[in-house]
């Protein structure tokens, strides 16, 4: 053998033995905790993906590359292609954006460090996928909407997800309607919690209200509608004025309706007035006739005047009245002016003096034609 | 005082011993008579008319045929009324020995009833104010017609202003009888005193019934 070989193979054996700890060195780099923010991906989203790395052996281990590999969930930042040296206990952290675009399960993107001298190290990181979104539903809602009457809707938001959404907002969108508030705010809600918001809602029509909940998992924005028809029909509490024994006079070229009116709903019925409606004309003294309030329950007298036409045989009674809020409610009922339908007529009464005063000028008169025939009467026999 | 009719009224006695010296003529007062009749029909009319206020529309025919038999009633009890206090006295002054025709009897107590031309109108507007403040029930059944006529009459009797008219009609009736004392002192030839007493008793009588009427 020639001394050149000779020289070329030791220091080959030199080497070995010199780099040969370096080989056991990597294998004590260890993977200590992989963090996912949001914990819970939903398909789309994106999330941050932090690994942290140890040397848990007594050398310093020379590493070249981080990377990370994954279907399903796939990074979108740039791999780290010069880490360098991670000394003896050191940690280091790599941080990867990733991207959920499989379906639904648990996926493990592999994270793959490639040492400088020897070997890499692979570990599979699991990311779970679940698309289950926030839950929105009414709890709280009238029997029925009626038009510009205000209605107490209560939203309830449930978190029925594995990890927390931040940032729950509830928004009525629509026409038709005013709100208040505008939006209502819940923050974050852990998981398997709730919370509610109450919303005052004036429909002016019917139509749709859409409760739309806009959240936050990790940085990505979700949204979940709930579509409330608003449909209007008659309150099962609303007041229910009824107009019962009522008499119908004639009075000389006009009419006098008198009557009991009762509210036999279960809310107040409030300034409530009655007046004649078309085809009869309203007339003096009681063109229409007050009430106020009418408690649930409550029965009051009303009395109204009006001219109708001899043809006429009923005429409609108009009760106007408003709610607690100021909604005006209109209810209408025939009354018969004779032999037609609608609420039986009175039966013969008492006519009525629509004064009851003391007649002055008809006294007066008989006054002056008691002087009068008096003077005459003397005067006849004193010319006799 | 040369007017015929404001003669007859303030000087009745030299107005009927005038008259005497003509004929009798009932044409005067036959024209008194209908004036005061239609003055009569005029008020029946007006409370017609509030009866049939309470009738439905189906039913006023009713309503309007009795309207017309109130007013035919009126003009006619003008007539009979004339006539009536013409037998009247003309009877009574038969037992005071009275002298003179039936016809002159007639013809003055005609012109006697000239007060009650403005004693009827005094009436009818009362009649109208009367109706005017009266409600009147509005029945549904033929059956209640009855009930309405004794409910509008009730009504009317209730009025304050019924009482008075009643007292101005009793004036005015005074008024009459103060003429038809004179009338039946030349036309049956009588003394003042039986004169008196010729129309005192019946008219006497006439206003009893009506005060007792009217205290109700």
């Known amino acids: ?384 | 005082m040369d007017s015929g009719f404001l003669r007859v009224l303030l000087e009745p006695g030299r107005f009927f011993q005038e008259r005497m010296r003509g004929e009798p003529g009932l044409k005067i007062p036959a024209l008194i008579a209908l004036v005061i009749g239609i003055i009569g029909a005029v008020s029946a009319a007006i409370s017609a008319n509030a009866l049939t206020e309470g009738l439905p529309p189906d039913m006023q025919v009713f309503g309007l045929a009795g309207g017309a038999f109130a007013v035919a009633s009126g003009i006619i009890g003008g007539l009979i009324t004339w006539v009536a206090f013409g037998i009247v006295f003309y009877i009574i002054s038969m037992v005071f020995m009275g002298d003179g025709d039936f016809k002159r009897t007639l013809e003055f107590t005609g012109y006697g009833l000239i007060p009650q031309v403005f004693g009827g109108i005094i009436g009818a507007i009362f009649s109208y104010q009367i109706v005017s403040n009266l409600s009147v029930p509005i029945i549904s059944r033929p059956e209640d017609i009855a009930v309405l006529v004794e409910s509008v009459t009730t009504g009317m009797l209730s009025d304050p202003l019924t009482p008075i008219s009643g007292i101005v009609g009793i004036l005015f009736l005074i008024w009459s009888a103060n003429i038809w004392i004179f009338g039946m002192k030349y036309a049956r030839n009588l003394s003042t005193r039986n004169a008196v007493l010729t129309v005192g008793i019946p008219v006497g009588l006439y206003i009893l019934v009506n005060l007792v009427t009217l205290i109700g």
Not at chain 1, 126 to 140: A, D, G, R, Y
């Open chain 1, 1 to 384: 053998m020639k001394p050149l070989y000779i020289a070329i193979i030791s220091i080959f054996c030199i080497v070995a033995a010199l780099t040969g700890p370096a080989g056991a060195a990597s294998a004590d780099v260890t993977v200590v905790s992989s963090t996912l923010d949001p914990q819970v991906l939903m398909k789309g989203d994106t999330g941050t993906l932090t690994i942290v790395i140890q040397n848990t052996g007594s050398e310093t281990v020379s590493i070249k590359s981080a990377r990370l590999y994954g279907n399903g969930v796939v990074p979108l930042s740039e791999p780290y292609l010069a880490v360098g040296d991670l000394g003896a206990g050191n940690s280091k952290t790599f941080t990867f954006t990733v991207r959920a675009d499989g379906g639904e399960g648990t996926f493990y993107p592999q994270f793959v460090l490639d040492f400088r001298n020897e070997g890499n190290l692979r570990y599979p990181v699991p990311v779970q996928v679940e698309n289950t979104p926030l839950s929105v539903s009414v709890v709280e809602r009238p029997d029925a909407f009626s038009e510009s009457r205000t209605a107490d809707i209560t939203v309830r938001v449930g978190n029925p997800r594995p990890n927390a959404a931040s940032g729950v907002q509830v928004i009525p969108l629509g026409t038709g309607f005013t709100v208040t508030p505008t939006s209502g705010f819940i923050g974050t809600l852990a998981s398997d919690a709730s919370g509610t918001v109450t919303f005052n809602l004036t429909p002016t029509a019917e139509m749709d209200v859409t409760f739309q909940v806009v959240w936050r998992n990790g940085i990505n924005t979700h949204t979940t509608d709930l579509v409330l028809p608003v449909v209007f029909g008659e309150d099962k509490r609303q007041a229910d004025p009824i107009i019962t024994n009522v008499e119908v006079k004639s009075e000389f070229g006009r009419y006098r309706v008198i009557g009991d009116i009762s509210n036999a709903g279960l809310e107040s019925a409030r300034s409530v007035i009655i007046a004649p409606g078309a085809p009869a004309t309203p007339t003096d003294p009681f063109r229409v006739y007050v009430v106020g309030t009418l408690d649930p329950d409550d029965i009051s007298s009303f009395e109204v005047t009006f001219a109708a036409d001899r043809n006429v045989t009923e005429v409609p009674i108009v009760v106007e009245y408003r709610d607690d809020d100021g909604n005006r409610y209109t209810s209408t009922t025939m009354i018969g002016l004779g032999s037609g339908a609608g609420v039986s007529v009175a039966s013969a009464a008492p006519a009525e003096n629509s004064s009851g005063e003391f007649p002055i000028v008809g006294a007066i008169v008989a006054v002056l034609v008691a002087l009068g025939v008096a003077g005459a009467i003397y005067y006849s026999w004193r010319r006799a």
